[in-house]
């Protein structure tokens, strides 16, 4: 018999609809429920491509005895933390204050006032490694609340007083400086892998936005250190197993320091980031090897991700079914030199395990190998290469694939249409940039609607119920900029501007501090506030950026005014922790370049805004047009005509401008090109 997830959108929530457990929703029914039947919630919190979420779910949720327990004594409560992020930061925060760690799955017991006294991750069926049972937690916390229930009060009342209490630390007056990207870039330095690039030990996270910062950085004072650190960790991790070798696109992360193993789950936010890094990367080199992985990237999402209503799906499984018919982690995506013969035959499979790393011992379980390219086989037939390559991920597009997560996310979505229209310009792939436009069309259409407030999900084309937080307004703009930058449409500036009002208007606070969620969103036992990038920009820092852009291409004091606020926070934390702030940090080099305003009065797709596009200076916007009077696109090319007849690009900054030029050449040295 179903439960009430059946009735939700969510691929995680209705991977949970047929448990025995009674599930609820996250609803102000459920602690209502918990209320009337004087018991705790459950409140249990994962996503759909999560394998120890999986685990829990097979030992505990689809187990009767325990769900008969569980319905029993609790409201039993199921979120997936990609359509509420807040409810899943604010409990996240209690747990990793409470326990030190965190996690997903996280197991937390609340009061039906919602407010958190017990807290774990995963627990297992049977009592192991000095962790107990689900089942005794259970009763444990049946226990306390039946006969100890004061006590509990008390920790639950301290705990939300604790939360209460931890106000953000502002940078204080003024935005990051020199000095303190100077120490950030120092603190990354210090943290840096000189052996295996990237940053830090096991497990090692791809740093996309660390990597954007370096870059900027050296587009911006020639540090060739920070280029260097920018191009060794993404050439590690592009012949590393976190790269899929043979389809494209990167696995989460790597559970080793040297990029070997993957955690095999592909997000698409994770894509989208490492896509436009690695375009940004050539941008800046010229390099082969990122053009053809930020092209591979882009390829993988559109064909891997991409949905039927144009937008992208959030999330590829880890696992999938071995020949025996299991579930395991990384069955589709692992060899064995016996699957390589079987494929390839004698000769070509021991070329191939030399070139890929595939070993007799495996690097993996049970003798397999994640391919990767570890480099010691000397000069290489490419042609061979390319051969052996497709007919392996023709017989590897047999094997049964990993599930889908369908769900679409705004925030993702955002990256991945800055990602694919960067790309597409860049490598003169108009289908990229299309494909781009489709995901734009569909945010505007689904996911602003009627409601004119952005929707956090959608999927097969119907709105979810969950409203936008700070990071989906933040990376939708930034998407919906880089779109108007390549394709010359100054409705993308306009829907991105609208968003970035709703910015200013309900996620701002004093003194340029941000918020999580909106002045009129569902009040939780603390308003979730977190400037930190973790996988992704977070709100704070992608809001910034967004309206940093938008300030200077329209010249707007009050955006401009809001990202300088918003900034405060990277200056107190740059110089301590780069690591956690590397999207604000590229920011703040934005900030200190200008960012550079380029108009360029001419055709769209021609010499003059390729080259735009191309020039490397940190946030620099461009607009293009060939419309120079009231009826422009942009506010830019407002009175900036043709000079001679001919394609003319206008460069400012800080209120100030260069002679206009004709000359792509002298165009590219104002841009750092």
Request: aromatic share 8%; net charge negative; glycine share 12%.
């Amino acid at each position: 018999m179903a439960n009430r997830l059946a009735q939700t959108t969510s691929p995680y929530l209705l991977q949970h609809a047929d448990n025995p457990v009674d599930w609820w929703p996250w609803s102000p029914e459920a602690f209502e429920e918990a209320r009337k039947r004087d018991v705790p919630v459950l409140l249990s919190v994962g996503y759909a491509s999560c394998h120890w979420c999986h685990v829990m779910a097979h030992e505990s949720f689809e187990d009767d005895d325990t769900a008969a327990y569980l319905n029993a004594h609790f409201v039993p409560v199921k979120v997936d933390r990609e359509e509420r992020p807040d409810v899943d930061a604010v409990y996240m925060e209690a747990v990793q204050a409470a326990t030190g760690h965190g996690g997903w799955p996280m197991t937390v017991f609340l009061t039906p006032d919602a407010e958190p006294f017990y807290f774990g991750t995963y627990f297992p069926p049977e009592p192991r490694h000095g962790s107990p049972s689900f089942q005794q937690v259970l009763e444990g916390v049946t226990t306390a609340w039946t006969d100890r229930r004061e006590e509990v009060a008390e920790v639950a009342g301290r705990i939300v007083a604790d939360l209460a209490g931890r106000s953000l630390v502002h940078g204080g007056d003024g935005v990051p400086g020199e000095s303190e990207v100077a120490q950030a870039l120092l603190g990354l330095t210090r943290e840096y892998d000189e052996q295996h690039g990237g940053f830090g030990g096991a497990p090692k996270f791809p740093p996309a936005m660390a990597v954007e910062f370096l870059l900027r950085h050296y587009a911006r004072t020639g540090a060739e250190g920070a280029l260097q650190m920018a191009a060794d960790t993404c050439a590690a991790m592009a012949r590393g197993g976190i790269y899929d070798q043979l389809g494209g696109g990167f696995a989460r992360y790597s559970v080793d320091r040297e990029w070997i193993v993957p955690h095999f789950e592909k997000m698409l936010y994770d894509n989208a980031l490492l896509c436009r890094v690695y375009a940004h990367l050539w941008r800046a080199t010229g390099s082969d090897e990122a053009r053809r992985i930020a092209l591979e990237t882009a390829d993988f999402m559109v064909r891997e991700l991409r949905t039927a209503e144009g937008g992208f799906a959030s999330a590829l499984d880890a696992d999938s079914e071995d020949a025996e018919g299991r579930h395991v982690e990384g069955a589709f995506y692992v060899w064995t030199p016996e699957q390589l013969r079987e494929v390839l035959g004698e000769d070509d499979a021991a070329f191939a395990a030399a070139y890929f790393g595939v070993t007799e011992e495996g690097t993996f379980e049970e003798g397999a190998s994640v391919l990767r390219l570890p480099g010691d086989t000397g000069p290489v037939d490419a042609a061979r290469v390319a051969g052996v390559r497709a007919r392996l991920l023709a017989a590897r597009d047999e094997r049964p694939h990993p599930g889908r997560d369908d769900k679409v996310v705004a925030a993702w979505n955002g990256l991945a249409i800055a990602a694919l229209a960067e790309t597409g310009a860049y490598f003169d792939r108009p289908d990229l940039v299309e494909r781009a436009t489709e995901a734009a069309d569909l945010l505007v259409r689904v996911h602003l609607g009627e409601v004119a407030r952005l929707t956090r999900t959608s999927k097969d084309g119907r709105a979810g119920d969950n409203a936008g937080v700070l990071e989906d307004y933040g990376d939708v703009a930034e998407g919906f900029l880089a779109l108007a930058a390549v394709t010359g449409e100054g409705a993308w500036l306009e829907f991105a501007g609208f968003l970035l009002d709703i910015v200013l208007e309900q996620f701002t606070g004093e003194g340029g501090q941000l918020y999580d969620t909106a002045h009129d969103a569902e009040q939780l036992i603390r308003r979730p506030q977190d400037p930190t990038d973790s996988a992704t920009p977070s709100g704070w820092t992608a809001a910034a950026g967004a309206l940093l852009s938008y300030a200077a291409y329209t010249g707007s004091e009050a955006h401009r005014t809001a990202a300088e606020g918003a900034l405060g926070v990277v200056k107190a934390l740059g110089p301590r922790v780069p690591r956690f702030v590397g999207w604000g940090l590229a920011v703040a080099e934005a900030l200190l370049d200008g960012p550079r305003e380029v108009a360029v009065a001419g055709p769209v797709g021609g010499e003059l805004h390729r080259t735009a596009l191309l020039g490397r200076a940190p946030g620099a916007v461009v607009a293009a047009g060939e419309e120079a009077g009231a009826g422009a696109e942009f506010p830019l090319l407002v009175d900036r005509p043709l000079v001679g007849g001919e394609p003319t690009a206008y460069v400012c900054r800080h209120f100030v401008c260069d002679a206009p030029t004709t000359d792509a050449g002298e165009l590219a040295g104002k841009l750092g090109g």
